[in-house]
T-cell receptor, first 115, second 117 residues
Framework: AQSVTQPDIHITVSEGASLELRCNYS??????LFWYVQSPGQGLQLLLK??????LVQGIKGFEAEFKRSQSSFNLRKPSVHWSDAAEYFC?????????????FGTGTLLAVQP | ETGVTQTPRHLVMGMTNKKSLKCEQH?????MYWYKQSAKKPLELMFV???????ENNSVPSRFSPECPNSSHLFLHLHTLQPEDSALYLC????????????????FGPGTRLTVL
């Protein structure tokens, strides 16, 4: 079945440490890929998106993500985490050829940042 | 105000009540969306409106009734809800729904936390 999987429900990292959040998809053709962040009490904000081309995508707030076709993955990374990065992170896809309204979300990864 | 706003931010209602959620976008967009976010479940798309016309109803029960009087406002009317309908309801907007337009980004509001007793 077509799906988006975020294997880690909850991650804790120390401030200043590097971060990698995992996202795997299960679709026949490479979908369009997105990462959103949801801070407490706020709506979702788009961090970055991948459609084609360079497999390393730069986003806002110092985040980047790398698309790996062989692994059906689109992992989110940040070299040095700040306390303000504590939030919930959602990977989302739009199946290839679909309209952008058809966002399909993973279950999210809750990031905690230790001082 | 800027962006996408939602009122109320919190709502508690009984199963026999009728209430409405309101969403307003100040971005000049033409498409608006309702999502349901339940604990430990992925966000679920409920409805999509494009230029005030409903283009998507994702098999949502009739106890949820959307209304889009203009491109800036979106309502979700609620009646005879069930406790399992308790969730965070998110509104979003985008420029417009256009197949193949990959530049259209959805902007989300802060949500309404709904509790059904």
């Amino acid at each position: 079945a077509q799906s988006v999987t975020q294997p880690d429900i909850h991650i804790t990292v120390s401030e200043g440490a590097s971060l990698e959040l995992r996202c795997n998809y299960s679709y026949g053709a490479t979908p369009y890929l997105f990462w959103y962040v949801q801070s407490p009490g706020q709506g979702l904000q788009l961090l970055l998106k991948y459609f084609s081309g360079d497999t390393l995508v730069q986003g806002i707030k110092g985040f980047e993500a790398e698309f790996k076709r062989s692994q059906s993955s689109f992992n989110l990374r940040k070299p040095s985490v700040h306390w303000s990065d504590a939030a919930e992170y959602f990977c989302a896809v739009v199946p290839y050829g679909g309209a952008t309204n058809k966002l399909i979300f993973g279950t999210g990864t809750l990031l905690a940042v230790q001082p | 105000e800027t962006g996408v706003t939602q009122t109320p931010r919190h709502l508690v209602m009984g199963m026999t009540n009728k209430k409405s959620l309101k969403c307003e976008q100040h971005l000049g967009h033409n498409a608006m969306y309702w999502y349901k976010q339940s604990a430990k479940k992925p966000l679920e798309l409920m409805f999509v409106y494009n230029f005030k016309e409903q283009t998507e109803n994702n098999s949502v029960p009739s106890r949820f009734s959307p209304e889009c009087p203009n491109s800036s406002h979106l309502f979700l009317h609620l009646h005879t809800l069930q406790p399992e309908d308790s969730a965070l309801y998110l509104c979003a907007s985008s420029q417009e729904v256009k197949r193949g337009d990959l530049t259209d980004t959805q902007y989300f509001g802060p949500g309404t936390r709904l509790t059904v007793l």
